[in-house]
Antibody, heavy 119, light 107 residues
Framework: EVQLVESGGGLVQPGGSLRLSCAAS????????MNWVRQAPGKGLEWVSG????????YYADSVKGRFTISRVNSKNTLYLQMNSLRVEDTAVYYC????????????WGKGTTVTVSS | AIQMTQSPSSLSASVGDRVTITCRAS??????LGWYQQRPGKAPKLLIY???SLQSGVPSRFSGSGSGTDFTLTISSLQPEDFATYFC?????????FGPGTEVEIK
């Protein structure tokens, strides 16, 4: 079964840091680009970041550029999102999503992990 | 970044109705657009990619069309499990951007 499981969410103070992980199984992880998407409480979806198959190329939304870093370890079938200088507005459910055969078709999603930034 | 708009923001419909949701991009995106369904408390689910390609396992009552800047998702006969929020996503260039969503409610 193709599966993505996020972890690492929690409560953090403004200015703090958190690292999210996404464990992949059931598919050849190093054949697909990966993405992070978030959803603030009661709001719509926001694409946050993407990474190429090898990890050499990364992309970010303007709202997180310079603060978040996406990475992957293909030998561990794991995707990461390092989040620094967190702001209240980063509070959201963070989803890991697999890129499909078509680059931007996010065809498998995890259940999400909740990040709350509050003092 | 490319801006995506959707209309309507919400709609009320009955089981069996034909439903159409529109998505518009602030610039041309060829056919690089997907549609996602999200039920309350659940992760989004890919329905349509590349404007009109049906994702495996998605019922054929869902269809997509369009090109350039204007795109449409159609549900030919609304079923009870289709009451959800629908989002479009442009994957023409980075950063990818979602539309604000269309909530489909039961009339």
């Amino acid at each position: 079964e193709v599966q993505l499981v996020e972890s690492g969410g929690g409560l953090v103070q403004p200015g703090g840091s958190l690292r999210l992980s996404c464990a992949a199984s059931g598919f050849t992880f190093n054949n697909y680009g990966m993405n992070w998407v978030r959803q603030a409480p009661g709001k719509g979806l926001e694409w946050v970041s993407g990474i190429s198959v090898s990890g050499a190329i990364t992309y970010y939304a303007d709202s997180v550029k310079g603060r978040f870093t996406i990475s992957r370890v293909n030998s561990k079938n794991t995707l990461y999102l390092q989040m620094n200088s967190l702001r209240v507005e980063d509070t959201a459910v963070y989803y890991c999503a697999k890129g499909g055969v078509v680059r931007g078709a996010l065809d498998v999603w995890g259940k999400g992990t909740t990040v709350t930034v509050s003092s | 970044a490319i801006q995506m708009t959707q209309s309507p923001s919400s709609l009320s419909a009955s089981v069996g109705d034909r439903v159409t949701i529109t998505c518009r991009a602030s610039q041309g995106i060829r056919n690089d657009l997907g549609w996602y369904q999200q039920r309350p408390g659940k992760a989004p689910k890919l329905l349509i990619y590349a404007t009109s390609s049906l994702q495996s396992g998605v019922p054929s009552r869902f269809s997509g069309s369009g090109s350039g800047t204007d795109f449409t998702l159609t549900i030919s006969s609304l079923q009870p499990e289709d009451f959800a929020t629908y989002f479009c996503l442009q994957n023409y260039n980075y950063p990818f951007t979602f539309g604000p969503g269309t909530e489909v409610e039961i009339k």
